[in-house]
């Protein structure tokens, strides 16, 4: 006879056991030889070696999975233990390497695209990763799953979030209110991202407790950012020395993803984006990955894609015209044959 105790400190209870201990009888069921008792965070196990051994497999990949998302429907459950009787469950739950984080009433946020799930394994094996691609290919909602998914699994104590405060090609003028009313606009796009995976009660108090920290990019300055997640959003709005002061504020223990869309540039005229630099001269650095993402990965209204295709086929019908003319002007005049 062996005995082993398993504890279930790292996940939520609720969520290992069920309600009413449904999925805790599941266990029950597919172990019938033994001897399994529940007491607050732990799990107590007894029976023949082979079987206690076969138990502790299961509940670690069950707990392993509970740690990453936070969340396991019953039929998944059942999947881990190897119950056979169970029927396939929903389709975010077959491939669980894809699934980046569990939201609010088990809403699955996942990779959806080749390069989205690029991103995420980009993550794993590397401290600074650019997204780059055009409106609505999810890099910045995909980078935010990634950070979120690090603040639940502890990997990092807290979540910075930064972008330029660059008005979108419109003069906004004077914005009433203390100075979180006047930034919220530029950053509202982080706030509707975090809503989709964290309940508001939880962000709340990740907030007010500065876990999650949203601010413009000017405010990193001096800053040094370790034991976190950070994300540049909109980098392509960032100059040369204010991409250089981002990259040079990460601490040693920390990650971070810089999105971009060279395509919206928002900055005045006589300025070229730093992300343009940056992604050029940082490319082949160990530890850095480069992400290109395009009109295949996009995941907004299906028209999204076709306007993008527009706009890139008149882009290169500019370039060509402008091609031309250059090359028109500096050809030589024809000499004429003198008499």
Excluded: W
């Excluded at 882009?315 to 050809?331: M, Y």
């Amino acid at each position: 006879m062996t005995e082993a105790i398993i504890n279930l400190e790292t996940v939520n209870p609720i969520e290992f056991f069920g309600i009413n201990n449904s999925k805790f009888e599941i266990l029950k069921r597919r172990f019938p030889l033994l001897k399994l008792l529940s007491r607050g965070t732990q799990i107590k196990l007894s029976g023949q070696p082979d079987e206690v051994n076969a138990a502790q497999a299961k509940i670690g990949q069950v707990i392993q999975f509970l740690e990453r998302n936070g969340h396991m429907s019953e039929n998944y459950f059942s999947k881990i233990l190897g119950d056979e009787e169970s029927e396939g469950g929903p389709a975010e739950e077959v491939v669980a390497n894809d699934i980046l984080v569990f939201g609010p009433n088990g809403k699955v946020v996942r990779a959806k695209t080749a390069n989205q799930k690029a991103m995420a394994a980009a993550c794993e094996k590397n401290d600074i990763i650019f997204a780059i691609g055009p409106a609505g290919t999810g890099k910045t909602y995909t980078a935010v799953a990634l950070a979120v998914r690090a603040l639940k699994n502890k990997a990092v104590r807290k979540i910075i979030l930064t972008r330029p405060a660059v008005e979108a090609g419109e003069n906004l003028g004077f914005l009433p209110g203390d100075l979180k009313e006047k930034i919220d606009p530029y950053l509202r796009p982080l706030y509707d991202a975090l809503d989709d995976m964290i309940p508001s009660d939880k962000l709340n108090y990740y907030m007010t407790n500065r876990i999650i920290e949203i601010a413009p990019l000017a405010y990193m300055r001096g800053r040094t950012l370790d034991n976190a997640f950070i994300i540049l959003d909109e980098a392509q709005n960032t100059t040369d020395l204010q991409i250089k002061m981002f990259l040079t504020r990460i601490g040693p223990s920390a990650k971070a993803v810089i999105t971009g869309d060279m395509t919206q540039v928002d900055l005045p005229k006589n300025q070229k984006s730093g992300l343009i630099k940056a992604s050029r001269i940082l490319r082949n650095i160990d530890g850095i990955a480069y992400i290109q993402l395009d009109e295949a990965d996009v995941v907004r209204h299906r028209l999204v894609k076709a306007i993008i295709r527009a706009y890139d086929k008149d882009q290169e019908r500019e370039d060509e015209a402008e091609e031309k003319r250059k090359n028109h002007k500096f050809e030589p005049t024809p000499q004429q044959d003198k008499p």
